[in-house]
């Protein structure tokens, strides 16, 4: 290594027999060998390889481009044993021609990036003068002594020698153009030191760290690749530090300028309050200034640093004046958005449609915001108002919005009012077909009360027919609500189609408006079935009551006891389970599902039929909140919901079922006056002697029989058997109150029909003339049948006689 032109390569063609390209003298002094040139040598053992360098310090490579000739240098010292660094001899205690820097920089990044070796640096003094080498070595030492101890070191070699890294040998050689004899000879001696390098106490030095020849080429490779990944070879020239502080320097000068500047600071505190006319071009100029400033102070500096510090103190100010540019675009958009408001009021006032009012209206100030944006940008900035500017559509539709919303209730409100005066609900629809037709005044007055009148009349022609439907629930009940839903809302399209003729509407609008009809029709039955629905027990429990208390023929049961109480409860708790089935889900569309058999499984089969074991062992399938394949959205009652409703159902309906049976029971009780088979038997054996006796004796017949006419009198007077129907206790008591009095007006009524026979008076019912008992059994008859006659048609008067006489007993 050495400068540019200084005899490299013919000193290594004469001492290693190579064949490097030589300057040709004649032709001029200049740059022979570009790159790194390498060579084997002839004659020498072992192999041995040389390098030519790029000469340093040429006028082609130009101060500013180094980094090659740091890169090739540390290069050199990374793969080679030994180095020939090539000088002029009045070179010899010079800085810059003595390559100094140039080995200052190799040695400190040597150190840092490679593991620590043994070189030999051999000086070789070119075109010796007088001066006696013994002189000139001590300078050459001192001179690379002094660089090793400027040298900053890692922590590890702070106290390492220069003779632990390397190995330095000075050489001196005549002129090859002067002496070129007396040249050769001093080389070929020179070139006996190489034989053997390698040995002990050769020239090649420290052999630690040493490469198999193998692998030299992948070695050389990576080293080169560290070499040109670092960057503290790679160092800036001195105009260009220079210029790189001083323009740091010139920027920051001008950016406070700028931030004292006066009319930019009056600028910023009045676009804080209000809009500043003509905002961007002042500004533009205030910047445009500052940086003028900076090109007039910085114009004789590097170019390439002069431009990257002018565009970084063009980003600081611009950074600097955002705020207020974003201040100035907010308050155009509010200054825009209240005008807008004062504008499309004052369009709808004066009659002005108002899809075409909101429309022209909006275009309108958006263009206008767009131009005051434009008055408003900075010509030293690219900023995109878009996010300001869609900020004010959406306050501008949102107001619009509002607007309509407000006119809507107003419109509302009057059909409300006129509603409640015809005694008619305004539906739902109303509310939304009237959408479209604010957006044309000049043609929804004659419309609105039109479209008011189809809602109403839908409603009124579903809501009643579906709850008649759903009331008397069955395996037609949907089908028929669907049927009845379709030819309605048909019938209603119809009208309203026409009606929506007049509005001069495109096809879409209209379609979305029938369309919002039909979902109003459905959204009538739903709501109605849901109302249904939270009446459902009601229902059941009133089914129930009309099956169980009424026969086929509607007419009241009479428990007589031959009616089947448990095939009755059965029957009209299966009728209300399928109006709970019915009511379970909206059926609107025609699909089947399987509620009605999963109640029946859970509720009815499933609990009549399954033991106690299957039932703790099987699932049950109502413990969900959905059934299958029914939407949540379509679910009126949810099967745990179902379950919760039968359970009270059967509590609430078992005590009519109680009564029944109970009063079934009383029925029989008083139907039934013959005693036990038993008893019979019983009397016939233990009375035969008194069964005798009356034989014998015919007088005791007489008297049993007219005692029994009494008895029979009293049995129907008193009503025993009604009494009796009610309980044994209840029928005592009662019993007990009327016994005396009907006793009395027995008498009564006896002697009253005994002195009428005495005076001669007309019977009611002619008989043979009786002064007595005694006689015929017909006169006991008659009389008898008169008497039991009278006492029947007495009946009344003892009953309603019966209390005071009761009270007269008290």
Known sequence: MGPQSSGKSTLLNHLFFTNFREMDAYKGRSQTTKGIWMAQCDGIEPCTLVMDLEGTDGREQGEDDTAFEKQSALFALAVSDIVLINMWCHDIGREQAANKPLLKTVFQVMMRLFSPRKTTLMFVIRD?????????????REDIQKIWDSVPKPQAYKETPLSDFFNVEVVALSSYEEKEEQFKEQVASLRHRFFHSIAPGGLAGDRRAVVPASGFSFSAQEIWKIIKENKDLDLPAHKVMVATVRCEEIAHEKYASFTENEEWCQL???VQSHPVQGFGRKLTSILNSC???????????DDGVRSTKRKQLEEKLLQLVQEAYQSMLGHIRSRTLEIFKEAFDKALKGGKGFAVAAQDCTEFFMSHFNEECADAVIGQANWDPSRIRDKLKRDVDAHIAEVRSAKLAEVTTLYEARSLRTSSPPPYFFVVCCDYAFFEPRVYRKQLLYLHKVGTKLNEALAGPVEALLDGAGDDTWPAIRKLLQRETETGVLGFSTALSDFEM?????????SRLKDYAQGVVEAKAKEEAGRVLIRMKDRFSTLFSHDSDSMPRVWTGKEDIRAITKTARSASLKLLSVMAAIRLEDEGDSIEKTLALALVDGK???STSERSTSVDPLASSTWDEVPALKTLITPVQCKSLWRQFKSETEYTVTQAIAAQEASRRSNNWLP???????????????FMTFLRNPLYLGVIFVSFLLLKALWVQMDISGEFRNGAIPGLLSLSTKFLPTVMNLLRRLAEQGQRQANGEPQGNPAPASNSFSGSPDDHSAVSSSASSNMTSSENVAEYSSPSIHDKTK
């Open 506 to 514: 495109d096809e879409q609008a209209r379609d979305n408006m029938v």
């Open 291 to 301: 940086l003028s400033e900076y090109d007039a102070d910085a114009t004789f500096f």
């Open 608 to 610: 009549s039929g399954a």
């Open 676 to 690: 036990p088979p038993w008893a019979i038997v019983a009397l016939v054996v233990l009375g035969f002697n008194e």
């Open 268 to 270: 910023k505190e009045a």
């Open 128 to 140: 010796k003068t007088r001066t006696p080498l013994e002189n000139l070595e001590p300078v050459l």
